[in-house]
């Protein structure tokens, strides 16, 4: 099947894929459950790449590899070359390698720990060869299949990151898969960084001490002072308070506390006033002498993307209002931030519909996958028929 001259032609080709794509549901699942199933903790992810590279190399994918940062990639040759498409998903999980890691499978869901976040867009990414040769696809361009390392936490999309600065082959355009929700659809990255601030007091040997309030008291006034920065509505910025972490027992003060906080924003240079606001905090803090404060960035994005009528964007909202998808516009804080960095055109779509992500039952719901995974299939056709080319 060559690529579709205009984007009406391939409206009308992605509503006829969902049906094909069911044919396929004993091998998607499949690698889903096996996805889910090997515990991938950032920088310990290396049983996760290694299936994904048996994948590559069984769907007969060329120049398959690993690089420093241990992400893999796989070639699928177009008929020209002369472009080459990024598809990636990370794949990383927030679990540690203790939990269990058993998927539940019933009739309409699978359920466990990392399904939704990215079990289930690793397993996309693994599968595309598959599907791309049943749904009858030949690109002319290149697809680049990558699954990348270390991008939840401290990984800091350290792995996307290696990728873009030592690729040698130039990327045009690039999609980012997730495993939800559906109608997701991210093109420009926020502004974001993510601190955690720690806290130490003295430790107190007499209950009656007046002074004896401990770390969760000093860090309660940390807290009240950063809630008074005011932050514009618009562009939207917001200070998100994510855990506190302190104590051990009913009748000791701690004499440690941890916060760990994200700021983010759409506007140019106000994380970073923000920033410099919460370094004041923690400064007057050790100033005042109750206690001692530490500030540590772990993370962080800026700005930047693509717009709203860009061809890419334009493409991919007919692509899913053909299949019946509304699109949630949101901007990410994702590995989409990676690729906006360089300038490459970019966007983030979900698989499926699912529910209690990061929590130890994480659900997704097998039906909508079908949808899922037509509308990525429509975009990287109408990227590679040069639909999205500004």
Same mark, same amino acid.
Request: net charge negative; glycine share 8%; proline share 5%.
């Given at each position: 099947?060559?690529?579709? *001259?205009?984007?009406?032609?391939?409206?009308?080709?992605?509503?006829? %894929?969902?049906?094909?794509?069911?044919?396929?549901?004993?091998?998607?699942?499949?690698?889903?459950?096996?996805?889910?199933?090997?515990?991938?903790?950032? %920088?310990?992810?290396?049983?996760?790449?290694? %299936?994904?590279?048996?994948?590559?190399?069984?769907?007969?994918?060329?120049?398959?590899?690993?690089?420093?940062? +241990?992400?893999?990639?796989?070639?699928? *040759?177009?008929?020209?070359? #002369?472009?080459?498409?990024?598809?990636?998903?990370?794949?990383?999980?927030?679990?540690? !390698?203790?939990?269990?890691?058993?998927?539940?499978?019933?009739?309409?869901?699978?359920?466990?720990?990392?399904?939704?976040?990215?079990?289930?867009?690793?397993?996309?990414?693994?599968?595309?060869?598959?599907?791309?040769?049943?749904?009858?696809?030949?690109?002319?361009?290149?697809?680049?299949?990558?699954?990348?390392?270390?991008?939840?936490?401290?990984?800091?999309?350290?792995?996307?990151? %290696?990728?873009?600065?030592?690729? #040698?082959?130039?990327?045009?355009?690039?999609?980012?898969?997730?495993?939800?929700?559906?109608?997701?659809?991210?093109?420009?990255?926020?502004?974001?960084?993510?601190?955690?601030?720690?806290?130490?007091? *003295?430790?107190?040997?007499?209950?009656?001490?007046?002074?004896?309030?401990?770390?969760?008291?000093?860090?309660?006034?940390?807290?009240?002072?950063?809630?008074?920065?005011?932050?514009?509505?618009?562009?939207?910025?917001?200070?998100?308070?994510?855990?506190?972490?302190?104590?051990?027992?009913?009748?000791?003060?701690?004499?440690?506390?941890?916060?760990?906080?994200?700021?983010?924003?759409?506007?140019?240079?106000?994380?970073?006033?923000?920033?410099?606001?919460?370094?004041?905090?923690?400064?007057?803090?050790?100033?005042?002498?109750?206690?001692?404060?530490?500030?540590?960035?772990?993370?962080?994005?800026?700005?930047?993307?693509?717009?709203?009528?860009?061809?890419?964007?334009?493409?991919?909202?007919?692509?899913?209002?053909?299949?019946?998808? #509304?699109?949630?516009?949101?901007?990410?804080?994702?590995?989409?931030?990676?690729?906006?960095? !360089?300038?490459?055109?970019?966007?983030?779509?979900?698989?499926? #519909?699912?529910?209690?992500?990061?929590?130890?039952?994480?659900?997704?719901?097998?039906?909508?996958?079908? !949808?899922?995974?037509? +509308?990525?299939?429509?975009?990287? +056709?109408?990227?590679?028929?040069?639909?999205?080319?500004?």
């Amino acid at each position: 099947m060559s690529p579709s *001259p205009d984007i009406e032609t391939l409206q009308g080709e992605v509503r006829g %894929f969902r049906e094909r794509l069911i044919e396929l549901r004993e091998i998607l699942l499949a690698n889903v459950i096996m996805c889910g199933e090997v515990p991938s903790p950032a %920088f310990h992810e290396q049983a996760l790449i290694n %299936f994904l590279r048996d994948r590559f190399t069984e769907s007969s994918l060329q120049n398959i590899s690993t690089d420093e940062a +241990q992400n893999v990639t796989g070639i699928l *040759p177009g008929t020209e070359g #002369k472009r080459n498409i990024l598809v990636s998903a990370h794949v990383d999980k927030i679990w540690d !390698k203790s939990i269990d890691h058993s998927v539940t499978v019933a009739e309409d869901r699978l359920t466990g720990p990392g399904v939704a976040d990215n079990s289930l867009g690793v397993a996309t990414v693994a599968s595309l060869p598959l599907i791309l040769n049943r749904l009858g696809i030949e690109l002319k361009s290149n697809l680049i299949l990558l699954g990348s390392t270390r991008s939840m936490g401290r990984g800091d999309l350290g792995g996307l990151r %290696f990728f873009v600065e030592n690729t #040698k082959a130039p990327i045009h355009t690039a999609v980012c898969v997730e495993g939800i929700q559906l109608g997701r659809l991210s093109y420009s990255s926020l502004g974001m960084i993510r601190l955690e601030i720690r806290l130490f007091t *003295p430790e107190r040997m007499d209950w009656a001490d007046a002074d004896t309030t401990g770390a969760i008291v000093e860090l309660h006034g940390v807290i009240d002072r950063i809630l008074r920065i005011r932050t514009p509505q618009q562009p939207e910025t917001s200070i998100i308070l994510g855990s506190i972490i302190a104590g051990n027992a009913f009748n000791t003060p701690p004499t440690q506390a941890t916060l760990r906080l994200e700021v983010r924003s759409l506007q140019p240079g106000m994380v970073a006033e923000i920033l410099q606001q919460i370094e004041e905090i923690v400064a007057e803090v050790n100033a005042e002498n109750r206690a001692r404060a530490e500030i540590r960035v772990i993370a962080r994005r800026r700005p930047g993307g693509i717009a709203f009528n860009h061809p890419l964007v334009r493409a991919a909202r007919s692509i899913m209002g053909a299949l019946d998808i #509304k699109a949630k516009v949101a901007p990410s804080t994702g590995e989409l931030s990676a690729l906006a960095d !360089k300038g490459i055109p970019c966007l983030t779509l979900g698989v499926t #519909k699912g529910e209690k992500k990061h929590e130890i039952d994480e659900t997704v719901f097998v039906e909508p996958i079908f !949808k899922g995974i037509a +509308q990525i299939i429509g975009v990287i +056709q109408a990227i590679d028929g040069g639909l999205c080319d500004e």
